[in-house]
């Protein structure tokens, strides 16, 4: 048995379902596009290893200035994986009833906000209410879950809703109950998951479109760029002008709150 093929031919069935979803993909960039044209931002929040998805979409070589990203140390930061700061109390606090208040309690929000929530079972707290809040506040929420992993697994909020009800978009990263791909023979638990690949391949989509919409807009994004690619002092150019705009866009989520 040949696991690292095994593996390659269920991401490549992973990429077929994230290809399937290329409407809600124009969607949700149409949405992205309009509050970024707004001069507003796109919220981008994850607890646990969903953090990985919010730094892929910026900022990072390639991505570029119009949303916010909210990843809060004590839900994410695993390193330490035992003691303080670890992985057990991370877990605990994700299912904290009330936190994802707080959290957003720090923002002036708009009804031209938009917001990507990813969760790869959807049945967390924090996350859950993240996007609840996000809606109350009119801004309209894109989850990304692992949709058969997230039907089959349990809500730990009382009332038993997932991210997806509170969400108006979903997608779906396609990896498989559980999130672990191959099964090892002599091992009973199957090991390497897909949700970070499928999650990915999604917001880099998005991104895409984003990027494409807004260029048609006469408003093209300014993208972080290696120097190897545009030279160097373009690079620095780009950088200084991507983070300043980052800062400016930010500052109006500050500029009223508590008023």
């Not at 044209?37 to 981008?44: F, I, P, S, Y």
């Not at 391949?201 to 260029?215: G, H, Q």
């Amino acid at each position: 048995m040949n696991v690292i093929q095994e593996y390659i031919d269920k991401s490549r069935a992973i990429l077929d379902t994230v290809a399937n979803q290329e409407s809600a993909i124009q969607t949700a960039a149409r949405w992205f596009t309009d509050t970024i044209l707004a001069g507003r931002m796109v919220h981008v929040f994850g607890s646990g290893h969903s953090r990985i998805m919010v730094e892929e979409m910026w900022p990072r070589y390639g991505s570029f200035p119009g949303f916010n990203p909210i990843v809060e140390l004590s839900l994410t930061f695993h390193n330490l994986v035992v003691g303080a700061n670890g992985q057990r109390q991370a877990m605990f606090l994700e299912n904290v009833p009330g936190l994802a208040d707080r959290i957003l309690r720090n923002f002036d929000l708009s009804d031209q906000d938009t917001a990507l929530v990813i969760s790869s079972s959807g049945c967390n707290v924090v996350p859950i209410e993240i996007a609840e809040l996000f809606q109350q506040r009119g801004v309209k929420v894109v989850a990304l879950i692992t949709k058969e992993h997230s039907e089959k697994s349990t809500s730990k909020r009382a009332d038993g809703r997932k991210l997806g009800d509170f969400a108006d978009l979903v997608l779906d990263t396609g990896a498989p109950v559980g999130d672990a791909m191959v099964q090892v023979p002599g091992l009973d638990t199957p090991v390497a998951p897909g949700s970070t690949l499928g999650g990915a391949v999604l917001v880099n989509c998005i991104k895409a479109e984003v990027a494409r919409l807004l260029t048609e807009a006469g408003q093209p994004p300014k993208v972080l760029s290696a120097g190897v690619v545009v030279g160097a002092e373009r690079a620095v150019e780009l950088f200084e002008a991507a983070y300043d705009e980052h800062a400016h866009r930010l500052a109006r989520l500050y500029a009223q709150v508590g008023k």
